[in-house]
């Protein structure tokens, strides 16, 4: 089991900025990538962000790049999501999620991710 805790959401101006971190405990060595979801009101949940454990290259929605930054540290077991320039459309709750496993690709895959935070809520004024 791996155990997720989001923190860093609220309430911001568009154009602002916003650091979301997620903790990782357990066994956090079973997967292979975290990621980030979110999902607005009356919508389905959506790929946002992904990063391997081991290094590499991050991924993004085409909806995010050039203005959020996905991290990690792995000594801490905790990853970020640092979200700048940020619109009125990224208002949702935001989901932080570790893999099932270790798999080839498809790190925007929701089915990939068998453990999931409790979400923290992103609003952003405009």
């Known amino acids: 089991q791996v155990q997720l805790v989001e923190s860093g959401g609220g309430l911001v101006q568009a154009g602002g900025s916003l650091r979301l971190s997620c903790a990782a405990s357990?066994?956090?060595?079973?997967?292979?990538?975290m990621g980030w979801f979110r999902q607005a009101p009356g919508k389905e949940r959506e790929f946002v962000a992904a990063?391997?454990?081991?290094?590499?290259?991050?991924y993004y929605a085409d909806s995010v790049k050039g203005r959020f930054t996905i991290s990690r540290d792995n000594a801490k077991n905790t990853v970020y999501l640092q979200m700048n320039s940020l619109k009125p459309e990224d208002t949702a709750v935001y989901y932080c999620?570790?893999?099932?496993?270790?798999?080839?690709?498809?790190?925007?895959?929701?089915?990939?991710?068998?453990?999931w935070g409790q979400g923290t809520q992103v609003t952003v004024s405009s």
């Open positions: 357990g066994r956090t060595f079973s997967n292979d990538a």
């Open positions: 990063i391997p454990w081991s290094g590499g290259r991050t």
């Open positions: 999620a570790a893999r099932g496993g270790y798999y080839s690709g498809g790190f925007h895959l929701e089915g990939s991710y068998a453990y």
